[in-house]
C-alpha cells in the first residue's frame, strides 16, 4: 500500500516563497509519476504540477512560479512556491500514479493535505 506524507505548508504572506514536500512509502518510488494538487472549499480539487523521469507539467496559474521536483534516493517530491498570491491558498495534496497521464487526472494515491494560507 502507498503512503503519502506532505508536510511544509504554512501561514506567508503575498509575494513570499514556501516549500512543500512528499514523502512515498513505495517500492521503486522511480518509477511512479508524482503530482500535487489543490483544494478551497466549495471547488473541486485542481491539479497544479506533475513529474515522471524528467518530464514536467503545471496548471497555467502557476507557471513561472511552481517548480515540482523530486529526489528518487530519498522516495520524496518537492513543490517549490515563489511569488505567492493569495489566490494560492489552499490545501495542498501531493499525489502518486504509475502513469504520468493518470497523475493529471485520476492518480490512485493521495496524501493527507497540508495547508497554505497566503495573506495579501
Known amino acids: 500500500q502507498v503512503q503519502l506524507v506532505e508536510s511544509g505548508g504554512g501561514l506567508v504572506q503575498a509575494g513570499d516563497s514556501l516549500n512543500l514536500s512528499c514523502e512515498v512509502s513505495v517500492r521503486d518510488f522511480h518509477t511512479y509519476a508524482m503530482g500535487w494538487f489543490r483544494q478551497v472549499p466549495g471547488k473541486e480539487r485542481e491539479f497544479v504540477a506533475a513529474?515522471?523521469?524528467?518530464?514536467?507539467d503545471y496548471a497555467n496559474s502557476v507557471k513561472g512560479r511552481f517548480t515540482i521536483s523530486r529526489d528518487d534516493a530519498k522516495n520524496t517530491a518537492y513543490l517549490q512556491m515563489n511569488s505567492l498570491k493569495p489566490e494560492d491558498t489552499a490545501v495542498y495534496y501531493c499525489a502518486c500514479d504509475p502513469s504520468f497521464w493518470a497523475i493529471q487526472k485520476t492518480p490512485t494515491s493521495w496524501g493527507q493535505g497540508t495547508e497554505v494560507t497566503v495573506s495579501s
Open positions: 513529474i515522471k523521469y524528467f518530464r514536467a
